[in-house]
């Protein structure tokens, strides 16, 4: 459940077991099943196939290849493609210029040699964690085959292609739970890096105040690669024993309406972690429960958004997807003074939060306090913004802190994949890798 494929794929490689050439033809086969249905919105055979006989060409000549080198990797619908118009899961942008040159962080894929396979379907404007598109259709969660339950959002199709093996690592964002939240419901790993890690550039924004460029993978050393390869500089990651290690639980807010098989999900993970030796302390953290009336004038990601948006929202709101559209159109009444207020109580409330969390190496506690529902269980707006609410909830807490955070599986095999998250402060993220892949091997299946 959380082997390192990289690794696996390499030593494979280097085994003479398969080819580049052969993975990223078992991808693209697996992209035109039946179960890939919605997970891509356009594939790359011809150029991930070159990417790939590129690296079997470096093998053959003695060069060892970078280590994503001729793997298939997918790519987010929000990232710039050169030549392409940047849809960002939207018929909006249908008609808007092409980009100019591949954004910074598919620059960085191609450079390893990456064999980028496709772009993958994600939730309009990356403005929801449900992973639901009314546009372009709604990747399944392969988690269950008897019944069609959402994928998470908005990072959908890149946890899916994860998921049933087309790609090694999906490229994806996180705003308020982008990655972790479909990283969870699919059961994968997700990994949300200190947003200043990995620049932005030609990403399509929703809020510049949260908004990250991340991927997600099948476990953290895999994670870890993805990161190495986007972000500016690699973590310098120490590898720790789990036993000592100090882990906070904040019993405010991320436990409120938590079902059952999360809970028991949640608390086996606990049971397990303590016995291995790790100092798994209950707290308060009363200051999450700020985060609500902090955000109260309308969040950062409706008032950036609107910021963006603005023009079509009065023109072609119409085209829009109605329930972003909505969250959309919370922003517009939001003057300056405001805005700039949130700014000034989010700065005091992180210094505090991270004055509160000093003496834990991570603050430990469910991605999301559901499993994936029914798409069809989703068909009310009612019901849909309510599970979004849920979904984002304990995700988006370490994007207002501008925290680092992973979502590791933690489910017994045959369940409902359930997510345990990892936290920690602006910065921390090598730390937290250590912390995470010393948890990792505590849950790993026995």
């Known amino acids: ?117 496709g772009r993958t379907n994600m939730t309009e404007f990356a403005f929801s964690g449900v992973g639901i598109n009314p546009h372009y259709g709604t990747p399944r969660n392969p988690a269950d085959p008897g019944v069609a339950r959402i994928p998470g959002g908005s990072s959908s199709g890149a946890a899916v292609a994860v998921a049933l093996g087309l790609s090694v690592l999906g490229l994806g964002s996180d705003t308020g739970g982008s990655i972790r939240i479909p990283a969870a419901l699919c059961g994968i790993v997700g990994f949300k890096s200190t947003q200043a890690r990995t620049p932005r550039t030609g990403a399509f924004p929703l809020s510049r105040t ?127 003074a405001d805005y700039i207020a949130m700014q000034d109580r989010r700065r005091d409330w992180i210094a505090r939060m991270e004055q509160a969390l000093q003496g834990f190496d991570a603050l430990l506690c469910p991605t999301v306090p559901i499993v994936a529902p029914p798409i069809d269980a989703l068909a009310a707006d009612d019901a849909f913004f309510r599970a979004n609410g849920l979904l984002l909830r304990n995700t988006f807490a370490v994007n207002f802190l501008d925290g680092c955070a992973f979502s590791l599986p933690c489910h017994a095999p045959g369940d409902l994949p359930v997510g345990l998250m990892l936290a920690s402060v602006h910065g921390d993220d090598a730390r937290l890798a250590a912390v995470a892949l010393a948890v990792e091997a505590a849950l790993a299946p026995r």
């Open 1 to 117: 459940m959380t082997r390192p494929v990289i690794a696996a794929m390499r030593a494979r490689l280097d085994a003479g077991g398969t080819s580049h050439e052969a993975l990223v033809d078992q991808a693209l086969a697996g992209a035109a099943a039946p179960a890939a249905e919605h997970v891509f919105t356009r594939l790359y055979a011809d150029a991930a196939l070159a990417a790939a006989r590129h690296a079997d060409a470096a093998r053959r000549a003695g060069v060892r290849p970078p280590p994503l080198a001729g793997l298939p990797v997918s790519v987010k619908d929000l990232y710039d493609v050169a030549g392409e118009t940047t849809l960002a899961g939207s018929v909006v942008r249908r008609g808007a210029p092409p980009a100019a040159g591949d954004s910074l962080a598919v620059q960085r894929l191609r450079a390893q040699g990456a064999a980028i396979v």
């Open 210 to 336: 949260l908004d990250t460029v991340c991927a997600m993978a099948r476990s953290v050393d895999d994670c870890l690669a993805a990161d190495a390869a986007l972000a500016d500089a690699p973590l310098a990651v120490r590898r720790r024993p789990l036993q000592g290690l100090r882990l906070a639980v904040p019993r405010t807010l991320m436990f409120d309406d938590i079902e059952a098989p999360v809970a028991q999900a949640f608390e086996r993970a606990v049971a397990r972690l303590s016995a291995a030796g790790a100092i798994v302390v209950d707290t308060t953290l009363a200051e999450l429960a700020e985060i609500a009336r902090i955000n109260a004038p309308g969040g950062f990601s409706p008032i950036e958004a609107a910021a963006v948006h603005r023009d079509a929202i009065a023109t072609r709101r119409a085209e829009f997807d109605p329930r972003v559209a909505a969250r959309i159109a919370l922003g517009l009444s939001v003057g300056a």
